[in-house]
């Protein structure tokens, strides 16, 4: 048997659940008893440190990706057209889900189904509890006025494609527009999204503050 906690940190804080840990740890019993503590920000605190092993499960950068599509080919046999462009979408996914994508693909459609791959990226994004995945529509001839914002995008957005930095030309910071709601600076977002053809992702700052003390930096 074995003990699993999630979003274990408010429990250190409690006294008790400390000194049962120790309790726990250190009775002297024949039969091994693993704790596992699952968390993306481990904070042990230093009576406890020496009773603990931390284990990082990072995701793989796209280099890493890219070592393991090689390899998911060599072992499965199977034929993985643009693995840098593949390698690039399975950002933020760890291994298992990259593996476990590729697997249900090619077992469901007998091919890589890039709907599929973007589909899944869509899961994985909204798992996050805190970004919103938006099909973008409007496009720039939807919008008017704000022609100096048109006429900064116009001149930006070449810098934007990644065949711009085969050429040392450095990505552009973005734009940073201040209004009051209803102005437009998300809809412009959208348009820029539609143009270069890429996800439209929105940060709710509603989702990331908290009432709780310390809630709002987790």
């Not at 000194?19 to 704790?35: A, C, G, H, Q």
């Not at 270069?196 to 503050?209: A, D, I, K, R």
């Amino acid at each position: 048997s074995a003990f699993i906690f999630l979003d274990y940190e408010s429990k250190f804080d409690a006294p008790a659940f400390r000194r049962w840990i120790k309790d726990v740890y250190e009775l002297k019993n024949k039969k091994y008893i693993p704790f596992i503590f699952i968390t993306s920000d481990p904070n042990i605190p230093e009576d406890l440190n020496h009773l603990f092993s931390v284990v990082y499960y990072d995701t793989p950068n796209k280099e890493e990706i890219v070592e393991l599509l090689e390899a998911y080919e060599e072992v499965k046999e199977k034929e993985l057209s643009n693995k840098d462009e593949l390698a690039h979408k399975f950002l933020g996914f760890n291994r298992t889900e990259i593996i476990e994508c590729l697997d249900y693909s090619f077992y469901k459609y007998d091919q890589l189904d890039w709907t599929y791959v973007n589909n899944k990226r869509i899961e994985v994004i909204k798992k996050s509890g805190v970004l919103d995945y938006r099909e973008p529509k409007l496009t720039m001839d939807d919008l008017a006025g704000n022609n100096e914002f048109k006429r900064w995008y116009e001149e930006s957005k070449l810098a934007f494609d990644p065949e711009a930095r085969k050429y040392n030309v450095p990505l552009p910071k973005g734009f940073l527009g201040l209004s009051i709601p209803g102005c437009g600076k998300t809809s412009f977002a959208e348009a820029i999204a539609n143009d270069l053809n890429v996800p439209m992702l929105v940060l709710n700052m509603g989702s990331l503050l908290s009432k709780y003390v310390g809630e709002s930096e987790r």
